[in-house]
């Protein structure tokens, strides 16, 4: 039975014309099981933000098929969630405003998505900061809210494009187990850029690694890690080999 969220069958993509444009996939195959968390790593410019791009329908292959939990995607926009790396909140609107908005534009009625939203706030550790402003609340708590309105998107696929690197460490760590514990919860199937190693082993079923241009397959590497996990995990020895495998091709491909 084929249980796949994402499938890309063969595509290839390039920007500009066809005679000077720069390939970026070429004859990409990927799969994505219901559930995973996936993390993509790899230098800047190796395609992250362009694999990101196609499958939220922002792009368009040259060639191949974009398939969505078995089904094929032509038009794949407001098919998946999508976290930003800036929260991207309105300054002008409350907080209860900001996180209601998915809602709004799927044409929720107004009193039905307060309510909505109103059951998750706890959850999210933003009860109490309803009324406030963006501008009044922690970088941490204003991912909490964006990654709220991800999640009211109602997409079972959520693609979260480094959403924690601007953050400072402790608060990093912090909702990197948050966001666990969350996926844990409701086994939404995410996607996750980032360019942390440690983020990516701590919070991953696989990580997928760009190591050349144009791109035809990403390494897999499996994260040797039960769950639950905790931070501690990392220190195993198996989870240090392993992080200086992938840091040591991560080097040799930036020079590259």
Not at 39 to 64: D, M, N
Not at 79 to 104: C, F, H, K, S
Not at 121 to 131: I, S, T, V, Y
Not at 196 to 201: C, I, K, S, T, Y
């Amino acid at each position: 039975m084929n249980n796949a969220a994402l499938e890309f069958k063969n595509i290839s993509f390039q920007y500009g014309e066809h005679s000077n444009g720069t390939q970026v996939l070429k004859n990409m195959n990927l799969h994505i099981r219901e559930g995973e968390f996936i993390s993509i790593i790899g230098p800047s410019g190796s395609g992250k933000s362009t694999l990101f791009k196609l499958i939220t329908g922002l792009e368009q292959p040259s060639e191949g098929e974009i398939f969505l939990r078995n089904r094929l995607a032509i038009n794949r926009l407001g098919q998946v969630g999508y976290m930003p790396q800036q929260d991207l909140l309105l300054p002008w609107r409350t907080i209860m405003e900001n996180a209601v908005l998915p809602l709004e534009i799927k044409g929720v009625k107004k009193h039905v998505a307060l309510q909505k939203v109103s059951e998750l706030l706890e959850e999210f550790g933003l009860k109490g900061a309803e009324d406030c402003y963006p501008g009044e609340l922690s970088g941490g708590m204003r991912q909490r809210v964006s990654f709220l309105r991800t999640i009211l998107s109602g997409s079972k696929i959520l693609l979260l494009d480094e959403p924690f690197s601007a953050l400072d460490a402790i608060t990093r760590l912090s909702l990197q187990e948050w966001l666990l514990t969350q996926w844990q919860k409701r086994k939404e199937t995410i996607v996750f850029i980032t360019h942390d190693v440690n983020e990516a082993l701590f919070l991953s079923d696989r990580i997928l690694l760009f190591r050349e241009t144009p791109a035809t397959t990403l390494k897999e590497i499996i994260v040797p890690l039960e769950r639950p996990r905790t931070l501690k995990d990392l220190n195993r020895p198996e989870v240090i080999s392993l992080k200086d495998e992938l840091l040591e091709d991560l080097r040799t491909r930036t020079k590259t």
